[in-house]
């Protein structure tokens, strides 16, 4: 199994990473594709059991957040719904941060900017998603001041990660149109 297992890895976290990275782009029929691709993988006889259920729990991370964005609300919430059932089946701190992350972008994509905002404040509060999301609630309620604050922290914190990545340009853009208008 050994470099079979390997690649197989090494596919499941570079799909994996592909389906965030056109998530965020918007490029959701990309996103979409490598999400069934690494569900396709996670039936692969090298792939352990706590693997297929970290990557099938990425995944409906993915197509919530997607299916929130396209207005799909009973999908989303269906895609919640499952997230919830992996959460009690295997409880840790990390997936409960997580799935706040989900339930707040869900209602974010969903208009509903308190609830989300009351989603992340029980997320990774050093997440640059959870912070960049948090500033997007802000500004829709009308905090301009706050929301700059987290635009801010995420363009000049210095990290190496995707998720920072993902998100960086869009605060950059963001705390400029903010600045230029004041509050």
């Known amino acids: ?3 079979k297992m390997k690649d197989c890895y090494l596919q499941l976290e570079a799909l994996d990473n592909m389906s965030r990275v056109h998530r965020q782009k918007g490029d959701y029929t990309k996103s979409m594709a490598a999400t069934q691709q690494v569900r396709s993988l996670l039936g692969d006889s090298t792939v352990t059991a706590a693997a297929r259920d970290l990557y099938e729990w990425s995944c409906l991370i993915n197509t919530a957040i997607i299916h929130a964005r396209q207005g799909d609300a009973q999908a989303a919430q269906a895609d919640l719904t499952r997230l919830n059932e992996l959460s009690e089946r295997a409880p840790s701190v990390g997936k409960s941060r997580q799935l706040h992350f989900a339930r707040g972008a869900v209602a974010y994509w969903g208009n509903d900017y308190q609830a989300a905002l009351a989603s ?8 640059p998603q959870v912070r960049y999301h948090t500033a997007l609630c802000l500004e829709k309620l009308g905090k301009g ?11 000049k914190w210095n990290r190496n990660d995707l ?15 903010l600045s230029a208008v004041g509050d």
């Open 1 to 3: 199994y050994g470099s």
């Open 120 to 127: 992340f404040s029980q997320a990774d509060s050093l997440s």
């Open 145 to 155: 001041l706050e929301a700059r604050r987290l635009y801010t922290w995420i363009s």
């Open 163 to 177: 998720a920072l990545a993902l998100v960086r340009p869009d605060a950059m853009t963001k705390l400029k149109a």
